[in-house]
């Protein structure tokens, strides 16, 4: 796959990212690189190998379904940049 | 014209229900103060790590199996990237990849006939939080008290025509969630939640034509006109030769209509990758067994139980089971008064009648059993009528009201005094000295007048065979 400006772009607007042109060139560098190293790995026979979901040796971590350990409003809200009453408040946003 | 089909696929969101939220231990409590079910997990703070709720896991494999799916025993989470306010992590937790549940069916009737609709996955999910849009003019509120609530979603194959096989397909869902426990699956609370995935193509196409989804549909009625609507909407755009565009679209009840949501080009990229913070699970044979014999009665089982232990007909048991609630206050109503077949017709008759009228649903029922129980012990013991018992039903239904305590307060007790009657009835025939005529005459019928007009005197406080009797006995002296 070509990486290319547009591309960047792209990603960099689904991300919420404001880039300079520097960054720009850097990423589109990099971009390259790693997909060069995928591309490897696609030239590999892995016709065999179960992929990898999770790189630690764990599986069916769980918990109890118990209610417990909630945190009080004034803490919840404690780090919001913007609140108002009880609520959490965001610039307008409709969908 | 053309003749045309259409063909409907749903997704539908059913909220689980645990006690506790998906990944943290915060309560999944409806309606409590905004913001009061919060942790550093589930507003998405950073540093803090899921751990995944056992029982979410057991409810939706309990789903997949009553829908007839196969378990995916090897299954993981994904995350679905996207910014919106009411999602704080910017990322959702789902399954891509390797849904929980696949490949199922149910099986729905309608007028048409049997008919099995396919089910092509069922996944697990947490829900968002609730944004309120209108409370100030500068901005939005956000209360994240829904914020991880375990949701699953099932997704239907298309393979719904009408708007009444989606509606039967809905409610023998909700059916079947409901007798399973793992949802109560109220529309207006939101935990039942259904898209509309919907297409027209020419009758005997194969092909499917350009679908567009329909979001927050929140009753079947909404529902039922919005398949209408759509299906319109699109069939005039092929008629006037224009394409039908792939996009969502919000169904506007009040306006009839479909509106195009502004959706941006790259709504749909939503990243997905392998969530690094949730382990794989590996679901065991013996685990699924186990909650296969953990299945409690569906329907069909009670129907049959119903005819054998309680004697009432078939029809009667398939209705009151047709609706979880509707089964629930039945058992316990004939629990304290014995009396199935009464409470049977009580349930079919007036409680469904009130139902309609109201435009409630089952789920709504807000009286104790002991109060109809109450009442049809009132009636057996002919201490009030039919028509006064209806009009106590009524205020059952809407106020819980105890119905000897309303009788006695509205004094609407039979009068059985015969000595007051008989001069109520003597006055009555007084004014009516035709009617004597009458039924000299041989005219029978003019004892159900005279019935008639003693019980409105009586504001319908009589018994009407004694009300009768003492007739005759005056008419024929
Ligand atoms: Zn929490």
Redesign the pocket.
């Known amino acids: 796959m070509e990486i290319t400006e547009e591309i960047i772009h792209k990603v960099a607007e689904l991300s919420k990212l404001r880039l300079t042109d520097k960054e720009k060139d850097k990423l589109l560098e990099s971009f390259h690189g790693f997909l060069n190293y995928v591309q490897t790995m696609n030239d590999l026979d892995t016709k065999d190998v179960e992929p990898m979901t999770h790189v630690l040796p764990l599986k069916n971590v769980f918990r109890e379904d118990r209610v417990c350990q909630e945190t009080d409003r004034e803490s919840v809200l404690k780090n919001a940049p913007e609140k108002k009453d009880r609520y959490f408040a965001v610039p307008k946003t409709v969908e | 014209m053309k003749l045309y089909e259409t063909v409907i696929g749903l997704e539908v969101h059913v909220e689980l229900a645990t006690k506790s939220?998906i990944f943290?231990?915060?309560s999944t409590e409806f309606g409590g103060e905004p913001n009061s079910h919060?942790?550093p997990?589930?507003i998405g703070l950073p540093g803090t790590l899921p751990v995944l709720n056992k029982k979410v896991v057991e409810y939706a494999i309990a789903a997949g199996l009553a829908l007839n799916c196969s378990i995916t025993q090897k299954c993981k989470f994904d995350r679905k990237n996207y910014f919106y306010p009411d999602l704080p992590k910017a990322y959702q937790v789902s399954q891509l990849y390797l849904p929980l549940c696949r490949n199922g069916y149910i099986e729905i009737e309608t007028e048409a006939g049997k008919k099995r609709i396919g089910i092509h996955e069922i996944h697990i999910e947490e829900d968002a939080g609730k944004l309120i849009h209108d409370a100030f003019e500068d901005g939005s509120l956000i209360d994240y008290n829904r914020c991880?609530i375990p949701l699953i979603e099932i997704v239907s194959e298309p393979d719904m025509r009408s708007p009444q096989e989606v509606i039967a397909y809905l409610e023998k869902l909700k059916m079947i969630l409901q007798y399973l426990g793992v949802s109560d699956c109220k529309m207006q609370e939101g935990s039942l939640r259904a898209d509309i995935n919907l297409s027209v193509r020419e009758l005997g196409s194969n092909q499917l034509g350009v679908r567009t989804e329909m979001k927050n549909m929140n009753s079947f009625k909404a529902i039922a006109r919005a398949i209408e609507g759509e299906s319109k909407r699109q069939i005039e755009l092929l008629e006037a030769n224009k394409a039908v565009i792939q996009e969502t679209r919000r169904w506007d009840d009040k306006l009839n209509t479909s509106i195009s949501m502004r959706s941006k080009e790259d709504a749909k990229d939503y990243r997905y990758f392998p969530d690094p913070d949730l382990p794989p699970m590996e679901i065991s044979q013996e685990w699924i067994d186990q909650i296969k014999g953990r299945q409690p009665e569906l329907r069909d089982e009670k129907v049959e139980r119903y005819q054998r232990d309680y004697g009432i007909p078939a029809y009667d048991a398939s209705i009151i089971t047709g609706i979880k609630k509707l089964a629930e206050l039945f058992e316990e109503t004939v629990e304290i008064c014995g009396k199935a077949k009464e409470v049977s017709n009580w349930i079919i008759v007036e409680l469904m009648r009130l139902l309609r009228e109201e435009e409630m649903e089952a789920e709504d029922i807000c009286f104790a059993p002991v109060n109809l129980a109450k009442l049809i012990q009132l009636i057996e013991e002919g201490k009030i009528n039919r028509t006064v018992a209806k009009e106590v039903f009524e205020h059952i239904f809407k106020e819980n009201v105890n119905p000897e305590e309303y009788v006695e307060q509205h004094d609407l007790s039979l009068v059985s005094d015969d000595g007051l009657l008989r001069s109520v009835i003597e006055k009555i025939i007084l004014e009516n000295p035709k009617s004597l005529e009458d039924y000299r005459n041989g005219k029978d019928k003019v004892i159900g007048y005279l019935v008639g007009q003693t019980m409105k005197e009586m504001k319908g406080k009589a018994d009407p065979s004694m009300v009768k009797d003492i007739i005759y006995d005056l008419l024929n002296p």
């Open positions: 939220k943290c231990s915060c919060c942790c997990i589930c991880g």
